[in-house]
């Protein structure tokens, strides 16, 4: 049954004026929907269909005696419950998903010839999954590692799976290392610690040791590995690509998905925090979004490079480990992608889900990029181990919603009964049916791009992807003050786990130095290190100075404080009416309101009426919400300055920079943690006030803050 959740449902455009195939379109998405199962009002029966009277008992020899080998109800349930599991993912094997849609602004023709990019009126489902590379499928949400950000579009023309993660390089230049990269950042082989991190020698280790990671290192060691949301991660597809029109002219692109809801991250202690007090924060912040209504939102973009163009940059477009700093080439908007619809089964949707980057369409191509011509090979070759043979394709989230007649028959799992006599082409038994499409302008057969290749088969690295330093320096110079030095604390936190002290050297002085001398002698000291030497490597340095575009500072989104969490902190005695004036006055802004109590149980008003809260200061801590309110009401106030739990509460929602507005009766409680007002600590409850807190929250952090808060313990 399809879902009623859904306010743009997997529907295509109108049948009858397209293509027979593009008429099919809507009962393919019928027929997806209809394997949905639905258990209201059905008796419980085998799996052969036999209705079952006892749910309770084995079949056996008297109520005391042994099991009967007969009972195949029994047998049945307990040998598909022993082969419930499949293997999970390799790399990011913990992710989760929605489904939702892409709506392209306008017609892109002159770019590409895709179908899903011409027609502003139609909608394209898409189903995506986020996830953390590192941890295996029970691991936090919240450590420090890249996110995963697949998109798989369901178009007339076929599947296009968009691969990327949050962040816009990869460690690697080929894809031969990615094996070597995996085992060093996977947990360590004899003890299989640490859990869902980096912090550990393998790691540093590896790329300590291959200068080529020095860029993505630095992203993640930067804020950008420990986001605030899902919601609120920019996405890449990495690689260059190509669109090609009708015509045949092709471009260079580079994917973006930039989130309206602003690039935020989490604090490096709320990170760690999290991990304990919720292992699900993402993906139930994700979930609590898609259904509260508030479904977020990416604008496509992409950054176009004539290929007249391919050699004017001081980088190689063919090189994962480098940018194109958008200053050099902004981004062009061609649509937005809503989700809007949470799965009905996990491991039906979002871990049966199989992306794969070859999985293109007309109109889009790859380039020579070593690391993704290697991964156009690595996705299908994983799905078969991981899905169980090479009829993936067919489980309900992979299929496409476009028809896929061909000749590959039988295999494991097949759920096709094919009514061709002939399974093969040509033939003359079927009309030779089905047949091939001749390339063409529009509803063409694929046609690969004819790019001429004139070159020795040759193991080697191209000399244009030699410099593995300028970007590097790049990213840390245009990251502001503050974020600077988070980055030296997540060098200094993360190599000071790591065992040997060679490898910290090594990172220290022979990659650190060559980027940023201050940074290497910011994490030398931290570690107890020698001070640096001036790198050794002649770095030559980027065309730009700074991009701004790489700093999150400048990525705050134009949703304002929709979908943020606040939590109001009551205890008996508080002001009904204050609740009422903040609930109202942040719910304008679309804000979610939490009400929590020193239990869960309701408290009592000044004014004697129940207040239902909505969990206890201990099971919603702070690290849980991007602000906190006071209301007003002397007895509550009283009680909260007297309650350890609220004191911590506050006191570590102003470590963490938050938003924190009491009424103006709450100020006592502020100065009684001995904490000094400041453009995020409020107290008031006019217009002005809630302004300030709103504008305070929107800014995501009380950066000027910094400096204070130091000195309150974690
Ligand atoms: Fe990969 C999964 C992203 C390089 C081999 N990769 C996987 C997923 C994402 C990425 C988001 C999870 C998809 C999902 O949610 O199911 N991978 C990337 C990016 C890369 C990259 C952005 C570089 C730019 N990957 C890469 C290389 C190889 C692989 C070079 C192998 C040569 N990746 C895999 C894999 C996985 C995978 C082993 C594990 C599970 C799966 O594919 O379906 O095949």
Known sequence: MPSKKTDAPRTSEAA?????????????????????SDPTGQALRTNQGVRIA?????LKAGARGPSLLEDFIMREKITHFDHERIPERIVHARGTGAHGYF?????????????????????????????????????????????????????????????????????IQDAIKFPDFVHAVKPEPHNEMPTGGSAHDTFWDFVSLVPESAHMVMWAMSDRAIPRSLRMMEGFGIHTFRLINAEGVANFVKFHWKPRQGVHSLLWDEAQKLAGKDTDFQRRDLWEAIETGDYPEWELGVQIVPEADEHKFDFDLLDPTKIIPEELVPVTPLGKMVLNRNP???????EQVAFCPGHIVPGIDFTNDPLLQGRLFSYTDTQISRLGG????????????????????DAMHQHVVHKGRASYEPNSIDG????????????????SYQERIDAHKIRERSESFADHFSQARLFFESMSETEQQHIVKAYSFELGKVEREHIRAREVNEILANIDLQLAAAVAANLGLPAPKAGTVKVKGSQLKQSPALSQMNHLGDVGIKGRKIAVLVADGVDGGSVDHWRKALEAHSARILVLGPTS???KTADGQMLAVDASMEGMPSVMFDGVVVPGGKKALDALAASGL???????????????????????LIDGLGLKMDKGLLAGDDQKAVDAFVKAVEGHRVWEREAAAEAIPA
């Open 103 to 171: 709506q392209s602004y306008g017609c892109h023709a002159e770019l590409s010839k895709a179908g899903f990019l011409q027609d502003p009126e139609k909608i394209t489902p898409v189903f995506v999954r986020f996830s953390t590379v590192q941890g295996p499928r029970g691991s936090g949400d919240t450590v420090r590692d890249v996110r995963g950000f697949a998109v798989k579009f369901y178009t007339d023309e076929g599947n296009f799976d968009l691969v990327g993660n949050n962040m816009p390089v990869f460690f």
């Open 344 to 350: 009905d089964n996990f491991f039906a949707e979002t």
């Open 16 to 36: 009858g004026t397209q293509t027979p195939d593009r008429a099919n379109t809507n009962a393919k998405l019928q027929s997806l929907e209809d394997v949905r």
């Open 390 to 409: 090479p009829n993936f394709h067919q489980i309900p989230i992979n299929h496409p919603v476009a028809p896929n007649h061909n000749n590959q028959r």
């Open 646 to 668: 609220a004191k911590h509460f506050l006191l570590e929602a102003y470590k963490h920079l938050k938003a924190i507005a009491s009424a103006a009766e709450g100020k006592s």
């Open 601 to 603: 149980a309701p408290v």
């Open 432 to 447: 030779g049916w089905p047949k091939e499409t001749p390339a063409g302008p529009q509803d063409g057969g694929f046609e």
């Open 54 to 58: 006892d749910n309770q008992n084995t």
